[in-house]
C-alpha cells in the first residue's frame, strides 16, 4: 500500500492490490487527476474515506465497434424522441450522477469534493458531458476524462430518468469517438448492464498498451 503526500506521482500499477487498490491519499488536483488516467489510475472513494486510487485487473472497456444495439435500443435512437448535447450542463449531469439512486449501493461516491474537482477538469476541457433532454428537461447524461492524445475515452458515470436515455447519449459518444478513430472507452470494473451494452474485461497489461501506445 502506497500513502501519496503533495508530491505529484504515482507507483507502478503493478503495486495494486489484488482488488486494483493501489493507493492512498494525495489531492485531486487537475494535474494530479489528469496523470492519473493517463497512468491507468482512478479515484474511487466515499465519503468519510481519503482519498483511494485504483487500478484493477482485469478492466473494463468498450471498444467503439462492439457497442451492442439491440432492437429497442436503435428503436428509440429512431424515434428520435430524445435531444442530444455535448458539454452545454457538465455541472447538472455530475450532480445527477451523484444524487442518482442504484441498485446495491447505499449512497454515491461522487462526493462534493470529487464534483468540484471535475468541473474544474471540464472547465480547463478535459473533462467531457453529454446531455439527453426531452424537450428542456435533462433526462439523461454521462460524463468522463478525455484522452484525446492517446485516444482514449475514460467513462466515470451516467444516469438516466426516463427509459433508454442514457443509453442513447452512450451512443451519440460512441459514434463521435468513431468519426475521431479512438481505440476505446474506458468503464473501469464490471457491471452487467456494462457488458449487456457491448463492453469486456481485457488484461490491465492490455489496457495499459491501448493507453501507452
Not at 433532454?133 to 476524462?145: F, K, M, S, T
Request: proline share 4%; hydrophobic share 40%; glycine share 6%.
Amino acid at each position: 500500500m502506497h500513502f501519496l503526500t503533495k508530491s505529484l506521482w504515482f507507483p507502478p500499477v503493478t503495486d495494486a492490490s489484488e482488488d486494483g487498490l493501489l493507493a492512498v491519499g494525495g489531492d485531486l488536483s487537475s494535474e494530479r487527476l489528469l496523470l492519473a488516467y493517463q497512468s491507468g489510475i482512478f479515484p474511487w472513494y466515499s465519503t468519510g474515506q481519503p482519498i483511494l486510487w485504483w487500478s484493477p485487473d482485469p478492466r473494463m472497456v468498450l471498444f467503439p465497434k462492439h457497442l451492442k444495439v439491440s432492437k429497442s435500443f436503435r428503436k428509440a435512437i429512431s424515434l428520435e424522441k430524445f435531444r442530444i448535447t455535448f458539454n452545454t450542463s457538465f455541472s447538472e449531469v455530475i450532480e445527477n450522477c451523484a444524487a442518482i439512486k442504484r441498485e446495491g449501493q447505499a449512497g454515491t461516491w461522487i462526493t462534493s469534493e470529487m464534483e468540484k474537482a471535475y468541473i474544474d477538469l471540464h472547465q480547463k476541457g478535459h473533462a467531457v458531458s453529454v446531455e439527453v433532454w426531452q424537450q428542456d428537461e435533462l433526462v439523461g447524461g454521462l460524463y468522463g476524462i478525455d484522452l484525446p492524445e492517446k485516444k482514449v475515452f475514460c467513462g466515470e458515470s451516467m444516469f438516466t430518468k426516463v427509459s433508454d436515455a442514457s443509453k442513447v447519449g452512450l451512443y451519440y459518444l460512441v459514434q463521435f469517438l468513431k468519426e475521431k478513430n479512438y481505440k476505446l472507452i474506458d468503464c473501469q470494473v464490471y457491471t452487467q448492464h456494462l457488458e449487456r451494452l457491448g463492453a469486456e474485461e481485457i488484461s490491465r497489461e492490455e489496457f495499459l498498451q491501448y493507453l501507452n501506445c
